[in-house]
Structures are given as structure tokens and as C-alpha cells.
């Protein structure tokens, strides 16, 4: 099947309807146990501490599974390890809520984290694979069909608790629903490009710029981590402890207070929505820069206003600025030269995730020594160190290894035909007349 061909443009277009799928699956899936939390507790009859450690459990399972989940991905595909993860997440998903103990609920996240850890490896490298077929940005939507399939999940979930539905019926219920339709689309995944001649390893300068070449992934590498070990940790601060840094620190009322991390999460999701076409119109490094930039001014700006609209606002501008770092450092970890992809991907995720685990701890430690808001200035000022690295996600000359200019667009595999083609195909075949 030829480059620009329609059949190569249905088959790309297909393959992101799919991935999409799968990414709002996974949101819907992990919202929809989040809201239904307060009736599985009382049913279990343990507390928020007991539920907080088989959270930890369940981080630490998908740490676990991430090295193995790149060798997975340059075994198998990203294709059958994605189908595989998301089919396994809903399966779990409808066994959660029939713990009778948190201990057995515990063992059961365990699995979920697992089965996440994998999902979050493999669909991230599948949507390079697919990125690189449409030749321009898509990851960053991709990235808001999950924070869209979060908010449909708070929506569903406070509509069958308002109906007296219990919460494994209705988790069952969606997790069949999910697993039907990943089953049904999983097919249209694609498959990894052939993969690139490794790099002489002997003593000739090719050799040498191969080590060399390495020797540069692998720092790309860790600086990447840490940025997603920057965004992690200030997202998990921000939707942990943002609802209580405006009812105690700012004496909003409980249902004011809620207001802080959904208008993060909504101003997230639309900006992901709109994340591509910003990326590809100013490169990931600007995208990165300004929002980063702007993610850490606007938060801080909000905490010294000390004012429960102010901190509202403040945290939705966190969210804007914050929206893009994921994808395009996944999108650079996954384009990166001299590593395999998938091991790229899980190095980056294991090192974000452990600030997604320390996140609420450090905040929480902080904010009993210093107050809350001191404690939220911890996102804010890993907000601009993330602006400061962001010259790592330039995308690299695939011989020297040296920047490259920043087009914001991947590299171009088997991309969709654009009109311009069929017009240039036309103007060939008059002259050749």
C-alpha cells in the first residue's frame, strides 16, 4: 500500500478513531470507579486512609509493569500490547467493585495498575506509530478524548447514584460497554514502521557517532523524565489538594471548593482539544515554553491573591498552560533516535509516574509544616523548571543527533494525501502529455 493513497488515508483515519477509543475508554473506566468511591467504602466498611494505601499499591503495580511493557512493545507492537492492556483494564474494572474487603480490593488495583501501567506504555507509543502516518500533531487530542472520557464518567456516575444504581452494576455495565467497543475497534490499530538500522557498535566513526548518538538519547531521555516528572507531580498535587487549600485556606464553601479541580480538569481537556494545531502552527518547544511559563505565573498570581475566585481562575490557567506537556514529550521520547521506542516511553513514564505517587505526599508534608497554599507553590515553580527543559523535546537530526529546527510537525510515514497532492499528481501527468 503506497504512501498518500485514499486507502492509506482510511486506514490512518480509522486508526485514530480507534486509539481515541481506547484513550476515553481508559478515563471512563478510572472516573467511573473514582465517583462511585464514597458507596464502595461504606460497602467495605474501611476509611480513606485504608483506600489511599491500595491507591499506592496500585501506582506501584504499574512501575512494576512499565520496563516490562517496553520490552513487550519491541517484542509485540504497540498494536497487541494496547489491545491486550485496555481489553485487561475492563475486565478489572467490573471485578473492582465486587471486593468484599479492601484487602481483596487492594490485590484486585494491583492488577489494574498493571494491566494501566501497560496501557499507558503501549498507547502512547501506538500514537507516535499513528502520528507519524498522519504526518502532523494529533497526540495532543488523542490525550483529550481521556480527559473527556473522565468528565463523561463524573456525569454517568452522579446520574445512576441519583437513580439508587448500585455501584457494581453500574461499573459493570460501562466496563461491558468499553470492552466492547476496544474489542470492536482495537483491530484498527497500526502496526510499528520497520525498524531503524541499530548504529555500528565497532571503532569506525560511524560506530563512534552511533555511541555518541546513545550516549545523547539516554540524557534526552532523563531530561524528558523529569519534565514528566514535573507535570505528574503538579497534576496530582493540584487534584488532591486544590479542593482543600479553597475550603480550608480560603473558607469557600464545600461546593465552591469543587470548583477548583473541575475547572482544571475541563480547561485541560479543551485545551488538549485544541493542543495539535497550536503545536504544530509554533513547534513543541515554544508550546511547551509559553504554557509552561504561563501555568506557573497564573497559579502563583492566584495564591497571592488569596481569594477563592482568584485561586479558581488560577487553577484553570493551570490547566491551559499544563495541557500540552504529556503529549509532546511523549511524542519526543517516541521519535527519539538511538532507543527503541517503547523503551523510551516506559524510562519516561516511570520517572513521571514517580511524581505522580510523591506528588500528594510532598504537598501534603509541606502543607502540614508551611500552610497549603506555600504547598501549592511547589506546582507553580515545577511549572517554570519544566519551561526551563523544554529545549529537550526539540526534535534531533537522526544522523548527528543535533537540533533540528522545531516544525512541530513528526516525522511524515505513510501520511493522509492532501489536496495539494492530487493537484501536483494532475500537473505531472499534463506535462507528461
Known amino acids: 500500500m503506497s504512501a498518500g493513497t485514499p486507502a492509506v488515508a482510511v486506514r490512518n483515519r ?11 475508554v481508559n478515563g471512563l473506566l478510572g472516573g467511573s470507579v473514582a465517583v462511585r468511591l464514597p458507596d464502595l467504602m461504606d460497602r467495605m ?12 499499591v496500585s501506582v506501584l503495580a504499574a ?11 519491541t517484542r509485540f507492537g504497540s ?70 472520557g473522565g468528565v463523561m464518567a463524573g456525569a454517568v456516575g452522579a446520574l445512576a447514584a441519583w437513580a439508587g444504581m ?47 548518538q546513545g550516549r545523547g538519547a ?6 524528558l523524565g523529569a519534565i514528566a516528572f514535573c507535570f505528574y507531580l503538579g497534576e496530582a498535587a493540584v487534584e488532591d489538594w486544590s479542593a482543600i487549600y479553597l ?17 482544571f480538569s475541563v480547561a485541560m481537556a479543551v485545551g488538549r482539544l485544541f493542543g495539535d494545531r497550536v503545536v504544530g502552527r509554533v513547534g513543541g518547544v515554544r508550546a511547551l515554553r509559553v504554557g509552561a511559563s504561563v501555568a506557573g505565573a497564573g497559579l502563583a ?34 521519535n527519539l533516535e538511538g532507543v527503541e521506542r517503547g523503551k523510551a516511553i516506559s524510562q519516561v513514564t516511570i520517572i513521571g509516574y514517580v511524581g505522580l505517587l510523591a506528588g500528594p505526599a510532598v504537598v501534603g508534608a509541606v502543607g502540614q509544616w508551611l500552610g497549603v497554599p506555600v504547598a501549592l507553590a511547589i506546582p507553580a515553580a515545577l511549572a517554570l523548571v519544566i519551561g526551563l527543559l523544554a529545549d529537550a523535546v526539540r526534535p534531533r537530526a537522526a544522523v548527528s543527533g543535533e537540533p533540528a529546527a522545531d516544525t512541530g510537525r513528526p516525522p511524515v510515514g505513510e501520511r493522509e494525501p492532501r489536496a495539494a497532492d492530487g493537484q501536483r499528481s494532475k500537473a505531472i501527468e499534463k506535462e507528461r502529455k
Open 218 to 223: 539516554r540524557r534526552l531521555v532523563f531530561a
Open 79 to 148: 498494536r497487541a500490547v494496547t489491545r491486550l492492556s485496555i481489553v485487561a483494564v475492563c475486565v478489572i474494572t467490573a471485578v473492582l467493585p465486587l471486593a468484599p474487603t479492601v484487602q481483596v480490593f487492594a490485590a484486585v488495583m494491583a492488577l489494574f495498575g498493571t494491566a494501566g501501567g501497560a496501557f499507558g506504555v503501549a498507547s502512547n507509543a501506538q500514537a507516535v506509530v499513528v502520528e507519524k502516518a498522519f504526518g502532523r500533531p494529533v497526540i495532543s487530542g488523542l490525550h483529550a478524548t481521556y480527559s473527556i
Open 247 to 263: 475550603h480550608e485556606s480560603l473558607d469557600a464553601s464545600t461546593s465552591t471548593a469543587a470548583f477548583g479541580y473541575g475547572v
Open 301 to 334: 498570581l492566584g495564591l497571592l491573591l488569596d481569594h477563592p475566585v482568584a485561586g479558581i481562575v488560577s487553577f484553570g490557567v493551570f490547566g491551559i498552560g499544563m495541557c500540552v506537556v504529556a503529549p509532546v514529550t511523549y511524542r519526543a521520547a517516541g
Open 166 to 212: 448500585p455501584p457494581a452494576a453500574h461499573i459493570a455495565l460501562v466496563a461491558a460497554a468499553a470492552a466492547v467497543l476496544v474489542a470492536a475497534l482495537g483491530g484498527r490499530l497500526l502496526p510499528e514502521e520497520p525498524a531503524d538500522e541499530a548504529a555500528p557498535s565497532d571503532g569506525s566513526p560511524a560506530g563512534q557517532g552511533g555511541a555518541r
Open 63 to 73: 512501575l512494576a509493569t512499565m520496563r516490562l511493557a517496553g520490552w513487550a512493545i
Open 45 to 56: 466498611g474501611t476509611d480513606t486512609g485504608a483506600l489511599g494505601l491500595a491507591f499506592t
Open 14 to 24: 480509522r486508526a485514530r478513531v480507534a486509539l481515541a477509543s481506547a484513550f476515553f
